[in-house]
């Protein structure tokens, strides 16, 4: 919902171009308004949408916070992250915006323009769910490479580029 607010555009632009073609580039740009249109009528997005949406993941962080609460290290008890894990600080990034999110090639953090919106539930990162996924991200994801490397190895095939996460 916050990325489709009017004027959103430039944002996600500078959150989506890392490594893009400045084919690409144009293409979005011309694309992006009807996207919106067509985004916000199907899937009816609305600010009373956002705000039960922004509920729900509330629910979530305070389930996950108190699976965490007996001292466990990971959700399912493991030695190791879990799918639980994984899936959790992955659904949960867009919001945290981790420093590595995005991975080595794609997205870039996102702007502080985005997390500072009225609304954006920033707060999330100080739950012990919020510093969970952040934590996974810092000890299980590999860093993102220099903005050059990235351009030079954005044409390769995807296989080579390895994660931890």
């Not at 293409?27 to 956002?50: D, N, Q």
């Not at 609304?119 to 994801?141: C, I, M, N, Q, V």
Request: aromatic share 10%; charged share 15%; with cysteine.
């Amino acid at each position: 919902h916050y990325m489709f607010q009017g004027g959103k555009a430039a944002v996600i632009s500078t959150v989506c171009d890392g490594g893009i073609s400045l084919h690409l580039r144009m293409l979005f740009w011309v694309l992006y308004w009807p996207i919106v249109a067509l985004l916000k009528w199907s899937l009816r997005i609305s600010e009373a949408g956002a705000a039960r949406s922004l509920k729900e993941v509330r629910l979530i962080f305070d389930d996950v916070s108190a699976l965490l609460s007996d001292g466990r290290r990971f959700l399912a008890g493991t030695p190791q992250p879990s799918a639980a894990d994984i899936t959790f600080a992955a659904l949960s990034a867009p919001l945290l915006n981790p420093p590595n999110y995005g991975g080595r090639l794609q997205l870039k953090s996102l702007p502080a323009t985005c997390t500072s919106l009225p609304g954006w539930p920033s707060d999330l990162k100080e739950t012990p769910a919020g510093k969970h996924a952040l934590w996974l991200y810092e000890h299980y994801r590999l860093p993102k490479l220099p903005q050059q490397t990235q351009a030079d190895i954005a044409g390769k095939p995807q296989a080579t580029v390895t994660a931890r996460l």
